[in-house]
């Protein structure tokens, strides 16, 4: 009898040994692990190999050689896709772009000889070519225009992307890299949910100060307050002033805020009707 109980406690104490075993495994053990993992200081990310050739890069910028800054940062681009200096490059890459195409010279595939009769409307028409890009390009008003007078008229292709995540707009020249901006108003602030995917198009361009609407063809249009409508909801965009202190008019159902400078930008290079995507 005595021996009968002895071999069922033995087994009783095996039985339930496993059993605390078989817990502490499962749930005692990962929940020590995981308590001693978050009282460890992270680990240090491995230093990035990129360094080295971006400050090259940002050297190469300040020294004002466009030509040599731009190879430099292709190159870097190319090598090092992945960097945490990524888009510090890009940005410098979209100073040199926006400085180039602003500097332009006519020459025979972006000249329009003006004829006799000629608006700045219809030469807009006829080259494709936005009245307020065409008026910022040759610093004129649209009563000056005369016949024979040449004119830049540069072909391009641009169109805004709207990236959610990065909370910046980035414009581009067909399916080439132009200029990212920063967004100074994010509409439902910095921590917006992520919507999904979205195509639209510029819907209609404004531009006004204290006295009232300004017209493409007149050159104060440019360092005006702007308002470009797009047709994606709650994404248009509008100019965000300085001064925090002064009045922001926004557009119907709310919209991005960029910059003065930035807004007056893309103003000019953004045609209406011009593509635009959210993703």
Known sequence: MILRIFVVLVLASAVFGACWFAVHEMYVKPGQQLRTDKALPPPTPPPDPSLADFEKCVQTHLGGDRAASRSGIEIFLRE???????????????????????????????????????????????????????????????????????????????RLVIQQRKQRVVLYNGDKFFRQYPVAEWPGGPRAPVRPKHAGKVTEKRAFDSTGSIAPAQFRYFGAYHMILISIPGHSLHTQPADPKAEVVRPPGGGIGLAPQHMDEIAILLPSGAPVSME
């Not at 700045?120 to 007078?149: C, F, M, W």
């Open 80 to 158: 090092f896709p992945m960097s945490t200096k990524r888009d510090a490059v890009l940005d410098m890459l979209g100073e040199i772009n926006s400085a180039e195409f602003f500097a332009v010279k006519p020459d025979a595939d972006n000249t329009y000889i003006v004829r006799s009769g000629d608006a700045l409307g219809t030469v807009a028409r006829r080259t494709k070519v936005s009245v307020e890009l065409l008026t910022y390009l040759n610093k004129i008003d649209a009563k000056y225009l005369h016949p024979n007078q040449r004119l830049i008229a540069p072909q391009t292709a641009f």
